[in-house]
């Protein structure tokens, strides 16, 4: 229980005190809350999902816009379909914070000539040539998408560019651009800070309310208390 005193023989109602007691809860709870390595990491991952939840809605949406150039990220003739991505999130949190990354996932739809050309996400974005033999047979047959005759051939066939003349390297640039020129514009527009503060400042109130039954001591660990709570709230999305 706080103790109050009279100074200069003025009964005081311990506002002194009281100050005292918020301003130590107001700092213990702003140094826990930005400061303390668990609470900083839920924060920032919280921030990094909405970021690269985002990222995936406007790839899908710059996909079916611009498919010549996407289409190697998602299952064939589904260009742009959130269900049929062949790319997934990564987050992964260090030190120095949360680090966002996409992997590819193989393909299982077949293309038009019925063959499942699994690893094409990672091979159409990475550029590389692709060697193409017969399985169980001596003989390639394929149609040539500009005049749709068709080869037969003994020999391998040689793809220099599987995907296409824009396709290498366009997811990694689309998602580098998106981070650096956007990502601070998503996190304002989902008015993620502001979701901080309003949590802080809903737990302010709560100890204002109750100040008067508690001492300096006290509000150092309600502070951190809230701070964890705090940080649980906003990192879900």
């Known amino acids: 229980m706080m103790s109050y005193r009279k100074k200069g023989g003025v009964d005081t109602g311990g506002f002194p005190e009281k100050i005292i007691a918020l301003t130590q809860y107001d700092t213990c709870l702003l140094t ?8 900083k990491m839920l924060i920032e991952r919280g921030a990094a999902e909405i970021v690269a939840t985002y990222f995936e809605e406007y790839m899908d949406a710059r996909a079916r816009s611009n498919p010549e150039k996407f289409h190697h990220v998602y299952e064939f003739d589904q260009t742009g379909d959130r269900d049929k991505r062949l790319f997934k999130k990564n987050l992964s949190s260090t030190p120095e914070g949360t680090i966002i990354s996409f992997s590819f996932r ?14 094409k996400a ?9 060697i193409v033999r017969p399985k169980s047979s001596k003989y390639l047959m394929y149609r040539i998408n ?51 503060e309003k949590r802080i400042k809903e737990s302010r109130s709560i100890v204002v309310a109750r100040i008067n039954k508690s001492n300096i001591s006290s509000m150092v660990a309600q502070a951190n208390q809230d701070a964890s709570k705090i940080a649980q709230l906003v990192a879900v999305i």
Request: proline share 6%.
């Open 32 to 39: 826990a809350l930005h400061k303390r390595p668990h609470n």
């Open 106 to 119: 193989p393909a299982k739809r077949p293309n038009r000539q019925g063959y499942v050309f699994a690893n």
């Open 146 to 196: 500009e005049t749709g005759a068709f080869i037969k051939t003994n020999k391998p066939s040689v793809i220099r560019n599987p995907g296409g003349a824009s396709v290498k390297g366009s997811f990694k640039n689309e998602f580098e651009n998106f981070t650096s020129i956007q990502a601070k514009r998503v996190l304002k527009e989902y008015r993620y800070f502001e979701r901080i």
């Open 122 to 130: 990672s091979i159409m974005e990475a550029g590389e040539t692709v």
